[in-house]
């Protein structure tokens, strides 16, 4: 994109491309975008009659304000922070895992399984649940993973399409044969028998941790290990990965099967730590939401971090004002304003605007130091 | 005779939502966009249909505003995909929760509400009355007999026979030659993801003023992410897609044959059988071919790229 404003002296500005792009700028730019996402909703509800500013403190007041709403927060930070994790490590390959939400049905499916059918002492079956939870993800994304690896079969429909499939498929289970015969819920099983153990008093489960575990282990994992630099190289060029050896097409299948597994740890810990029933409205659309958070965060996973509590700060404000009149949908829609924001500022982020003299509009950029991007963490 | 009638009937109907998105994409995909937003634009659109009918009862006018929308949202997600040269899977994602969520707000007070003047059958006197086929094919609306008989020849004729048609594929295929040769290359992608959206927004309004002539939320059902899934299927030509959607559309019809006749399958799983099928149905062509060539690819070999002209 170069637009011109000649300015009388001779000198124009451009819109050069940078050589390298500042962590920072990154950073500030990706918060530009939930801001200007955040203001243009305001300003369609003010039109349609609502008072933003109000809402907006209110919502403030509730999430950030309170002790609950801290917490709350927390809570939905676990899940969305896991599928954020789950998408990045894909998106670090270029791979799209937007099934996200069908896999942490699988593992709360698992999990569920396993809970309702084998006994035993309670750290055990929860440790049996952690792994088939993960299991459960990762054989939901299995056949996509295989049709991509070996057929290069687009993996973003293919995920998809199995989320219709994974809620039908709890759905069915949940109302027929492990439904509960006993309470009044129609629509999901019985409570589970084995459940996370709470933290003191407060709302809050062990399981809030592991996502903060899992980042700081991928983070160690990609930028110190072999697999890592494997799976950094593939991302940049697969052609280079190739011709240096690296079986590709091996680390796909392992990164997919590694990103079905994380949003099928989601899935446990949100059946056995926050909701304690299997139904088909398990998911906040937490599969949705976490591309929203890798997006946000670039793929690192401790922006992940940052971003999914960020995102949890948004939707349980969402929550909050659904009293207020403001309904689930204006949520979904919300994440999609975010993600087209973010998306075209990753874009705006790479330019800067430079003011040169006029005769020199051609010249290929050579803005000081020739730098290689560095990947951050 | 008259089940079998029925299905095909029901599997005609199904197929045109599925082929007025598909076609669309297609075209905006041979322009070497891909737009993931199907789904979202689908539902803003069958929105926009039978919302207009509270003010204006007639389904054309529903049609028109629902192509109004397309075009609208084609615009903006033209705009950061080709003129801003966004992640198109980050735009098309977002422009797909954007319209889901959006149609589901602002279709709330609308929920159940039947469209009062639907689009009506237009029959075609000596071909409607041919056995079985004759009612399900040529006794339906005219957006049907769009869907079928005039959308994919025409594109087909446009793409392979025209010199337009070769400039647009010639976008897909290698953006920096076709630009060389003096070819617009962003405003044909503008063009066609525009053309694309206002398509898929058709389908969107088949859906609310014909095929189901009501809306709830998430009446759309997944369908433009099939439409998609069937481009793929097709290898990006008109005609095989055409064969998919009835395909498709055979298995949804098949799923209400099914739970009419009580062969006992739970709900659940016939629900499910779309997606599975969809699935089926993209891995297909790839088994189909040859090992040597299988993982080459038939998609324009551009697409997904942003283009930006050397220098810039």
């Known amino acids: 994109m170069i637009t011109h404003t000649v300015i009388p002296s001779g000198r124009t500005w451009h819109f050069r491309r940078r050589v390298d792009v500042p962590i920072w700028i990154r950073i500030m730019i990706r918060l530009l975008a939930v801001i200007l996402a955040l203001v243009l909703v305001g300003i369609v509800l003010k039109l349609g009659g609502f008072a933003p500013l109000t809402l907006g ?22 899940p969305l922070i896991l599928t954020g994790l789950a998408v990045a490590v894909g998106m670090r390959m270029r791979l799209w895992n937007i099934g996200a939400d069908g896999q942490l049905y699988l593992g709360a499916f698992a999990a569920t399984a396993v809970a309702l059918h084998v006994k035993g002492p309670a750290p055990v079956m929860l440790s049996l649940m952690f792994i088939a939870g993960a299991i459960g993800g990762m054989l939901w994304i299995l056949i996509p993973a295989l049709l991509r690896a070996y057929w290069n079969l687009n993996e973003i429909i293919t995920t998809l399409l199995l989320n219709f499939v994974a809620v039908r498929l709890i759905t069915y289970y949940a109302i027929g044969p492990w439904r509960d015969t006993t309470a009044a819920i129609l629509s999901s099983t019985r409570r589970l028998p084995y459940e996370l153990p709470m933290i003191g008093n407060s709302y809050l489960h062990i399981g809030i941790f592991i996502p903060i575990i899992v980042a700081v282990l991928l983070t160690l994992a990609i930028q110190n290990t072999r697999w890592g630099y494997e799976v950094r190289v593939i991302g940049g060029s697969r052609s280079v990965a190739e011709f240096a050896g690296i079986p590709v097409l091996r680390q796909i299948l392992v990164v997919m099967l590694l990103s079905g597994a994380l949003a099928g740890l989601s899935g446990i810990i949100e059946v056995a730590g926050t909701t304690h029933r299997l139904s088909g409205t398990l998911s906040n659309s937490y599969g949705y939401m976490g591309i929203v958070v890798a997006a946000l965060a670039n793929g690192s996973p401790f922006g992940v971090l940052v971003a999914g509590f960020l995102l949890a700060v948004l939707l349980n404000a969402g929550i909050v004002l659904q009293t207020s009149g403001l309904s689930v949908n204006a949520m979904v829609a919300i994440n999609g304003v975010i ?26 950029g050579n803005q000081g130091q020739e730098h290689v991007e560095d990947e951050q963490v | 005779m008259n089940v079998i009638s029925g299905v095909i009937c029901a599997a005609i109907a199904s197929g045109t939502v599925i082929i007025l998105a598909a076609i669309g994409e297609l075209l905006a995909e041979r322009s070497g966009v891909m737009n993931l937003g199907l789904e979202g634009v689908m539902a803003l659109g069958a929105l926009a249909a039978i919302a207009t009918e509270r003010v204006f009862p007639n389904p054309f006018v529903g049609l028109l505003a629902a192509i109004t929308v397309g075009l609208l949202l084609g615009v903006v997600y033209a705009t950061a995909t080709v003129s801003f040269r966004a992640s198109q899977v980050l735009c098309g994602l977002g422009l797909s929760f954007f319209g889901a969520g959006l149609s589901g707000r602002l279709g709330a007070p609308l929920s159940g509400w039947t469209a009062p003047v639907p689009f009506q059958s237009i029959r075609i006197p000596l071909l409607a009355d041919l056995p079985l086929v004759g009612n399900a094919l040529f006794n339906q609306p005219f957006l049907v007999y769009f869907a079928y008989f005039i959308l994919p020849p025409v594109v087909t004729f446009m793409l392979y026979r025209t010199r337009h048609g070769m400039h647009l594929r010639a976008v897909g295929e290698d953006p920096a030659a076709a630009d060389a040769c003096g070819i617009p290359v962003n405003r044909l992608r503008f063009l066609y993801t525009c053309i694309g959206c206002a398509l898929a927004a058709t389908g969107g309004a088949y859906i609310t003023l014909a095929f189901t002539p009501s809306w709830i939320e998430g009446i759309t059902g997944g369908r433009g992410w099939i439409a998609i899934a069937l481009v793929i299927f097709g290898a990006w030509r008109p ?6 959607a009835l395909l498709f559309g055979s298995v949804i019809s098949l799923g209400f044959v099914a739970q009419i006749q009580g062969w006992g399958i739970p709900s659940s799983f016939l629900a499910m059988l779309p997606y599975l099928s969809t699935i089926l149905l993209m891995a297909i062509p790839i088994a189909l071919r040859s090992k040597a060539v299988r993982n080459l690819s038939a998609s324009p070999s551009a697409l997904g790229v942003p283009y930006l002209r050397e220098g810039e």
Request: net charge positive; no cysteine; hydrophobic share 50%.
């Open chain 1, 339 to 364: 993600l087209i924001f973010a998306a075209v500022g990753e874009i705006a982020a790479q330019y800067h605007l430079v003011r040169k003299a006029s005769d020199s509009p051609g010249e290929a």
């Open chain 1, 57 to 78: 403190r209110k919502a403030l007041q509730q999430t950030l304000g309170t002790a609950y709403g801290l917490q709350q927060a927390v809570i939905l930070a676990t």
């Open chain 2, 239 to 244: 005609l095989p897609l055409v064969l998919g």
